[in-house]
């Protein structure tokens, strides 16, 4: 029986039926059956997901679970009939995403809220917005990959606030992260095995997705590094495996920490390991970042825990040999890592077919002063085709702060560093607050987090990677509705701490509630 604040108003069922039709003539006009009828499906499915505000978190758990244990790189999309292609990920981002809307409209349940980083992230939409607005004839030539860009750049501000709208309570955020591990521990698990045996598990789920066609060739190929096999598993990458490990990591930590359960340790040993075994610089990058995190917030107890590490990587030398030599070798190479990075192949008639890291920089900025430094060339006009080489009208630079530079120029750039820095201070000083509690560390796992990821961003191209950038649109999410959540604090101390909590939850008001541990 429904009740009458549930039912649905001729009103906003006259505004479903439209969002229906704008949904299927979108997908393909209206000339595909089969399109329409995918259109028709999805509003049903977003109905259906509107009557379960109870069970928001299992959803965005299993947003989570699609993300990481489902590989990204067209290895799986839905039939060649529709116009675009569409990947599980794609499917369900927008399936929840449309329930959630339908949900705001007839469910008073759900509610949309702030998240207290809406300054930065205004921002940071008006000058992705603004950079392709100033630049039109530039993006008139690349105007449908600029679409493509400025799509998924929006899915994941939506689905940022879904998160910060349906996840509510610190024990709701504890849910998600919980998800988040044990995918992540899958994924590290495939990518030990992989590494071992060179079978890719997460290239063999065409049995369990049976609606997606399976694209063998569009998986990627194993490559080597050391006479090692690199691992990516459900990634489209090893620096993207790499990357997301890194980030995971803090959090296996946080719930090892809370729960005192041995399972959780062993889950972050699965996670370090497979850091290792994508032969990534960039991931034991992040690795590193975060140690000054935990230095900075918990330094006694990370003194104190510093040497389990010896048997840790003892355990990693015979789990995947030549791992942690991989990783040494990459960072020390014959001639020294920077002559490396700036060596240029130059072909026989003088064009330059190969440019590492360093030597990409001088011509690259000599590019953004040719646009307006201010907002860059227009947000997805820098064009890096995966598979289609001949497409491109850029080069791959392992720079998403210097792809953001050119894209949307100086104010592009200082819009992310503000949003990264007002995110991981916030959580510094909640973590300062809970110092004397145990759930104070998953602020200081969010921040080492969010550090690993925005250090990472130096050496890899960020953005293009769906798995790494959704992972951290998530914990950007999840450490705002942390910082709006009471604080956690023993009774003595919770008095003197009334100023510092109203900052690190980042707004006016709200009730002080202190828990004790």
């Known amino acids: 029986m429904v009740s009458a604040s549930q039912r649905v108003s001729p009103s906003v069922a006259a505004i479903m039926a439209l969002l229906a039709l704008l949904t299927a003539d979108i997908l393909a006009g209206a000339s595909h059956v089969e399109a329409i009828a995918l259109g028709l499906l999805a509003f049903v499915f977003a109905l259906w997901l509107a009557r379960l505000a109870k069970s928001w978190t299992v959803i965005v758990g299993s947003v989570v679970c699609v993300v990481l ?290 030597a990409r920089v001088g011509p690259e900025l000599h590019e953004y002063l040719r646009h307006d430094p201010l907002v860059g060339q227009g947000y997805g006009t820098r064009v890096v085709g995966l598979h289609d080489a001949a497409a491109d009208n850029a080069i791959i630079l392992d720079d998403q702060w210097l792809d953001t530079l050119l894209e949307t120029g100086l104010f592009g750039v200082l819009a992310w560093i503000w949003l990264f820095t007002r995110a991981i201070r916030r959580l510094s000083i909640r973590a300062k607050l809970e110092r004397h509690t145990r759930e104070g560390w998953l602020p200081v796992a969010l921040a080492a987090s969010l550090v690993s990821y925005a250090i990472a961003m130096f050496f890899f191209d960020a953005f293009g990677y769906i798995q790494a950038t959704s992972m951290a649109f998530t914990l950007l999410a999840l450490s705002a509705v942390l910082l709006r959540a009471p604080a956690h604090a023993t009774p003595e101390r919770a008095e003197g701490s009334k100023r510092r909590t109203i900052w690190a939850r980042g707004h006016d008001g709200g009730a002080y509630s202190p828990a004790t541990s």
């Not at 980083?117 to 921002?123: K, Q, R, S, T």
């Not at 080597?224 to 990634?235: Q, T």
């Not at 034991?284 to 840790?312: K, Q, S, Y």
């Open 69 to 358: 244990l489902i590989p990204n790189d067209g290895a799986y999309v839905l039939p060649e009939a529709l116009p675009f292609q569409l990947e599980p990920y794609r499917v369900i981002i927008a399936l929840v995403e449309l329930g959630w809307i339908v949900s705001l409209l007839i469910d008073p349940r759900v509610r949309s809220r702030t998240s207290g980083f809406e300054g930065p992230l205004l921002l940071i939409i008006a000058v992705t917005l603004g950079s392709d607005l100033a630049n039109p004839r530039h993006v008139d030539t690349v105007g449908s990959d600029v679409i493509k860009a400025l799509w998924l750049f929006l899915s994941f501000v939506l689905f940022y606030y879904l998160v910060v709208s349906v996840v509510r309570t610190r024990a709701a955020v504890e849910r998600v992260i919980t998800v988040i591990v044990s995918a992540g521990t899958i994924e590290a698990v495939g990518a030990l095995v992989e590494r071992r045996a060179g079978y890719n598990i997460f290239d063999h789920l065409h049995p369990l997705l049976p609606i997606f066609n399976y694209v063998p060739a569009a998986i990627a190929h194993l490559e080597e590094r050391g006479g090692y096999l690199r691992a990516f598993a459900s990634s489209g990458d090893p620096i993207e495996l790499s990357t997301t490990m890194a980030m995971l990591l803090p959090l296996a930590a946080y719930l090892a920490i809370s729960r005192r359960q041995r399972a959780w340790w062993l889950a972050g040993a699965f996670i370090l390991f497979a850091d290792f075994v994508g032969g990534s610089r960039t991931g034991v990058i992040g690795l590193f970042a975060m140690l000054p995190v935990f230095l900075w917030l918990r330094w006694r107890e990370t003194l104190r825990c510093w040497p389990a590490l010896i048997p840790m990587f003892a355990v990693l030398h015979f789990a995947a040999p030549g791992a942690i030599g991989t990783i040494i070798e990459g960072f020390f190479p014959k001639g020294g890592i920077v002559h490396q990075q700036q060596e240029t192949e130059i072909g026989p008639h003088g064009e330059v077919k190969y440019s590492s890291r360093l």
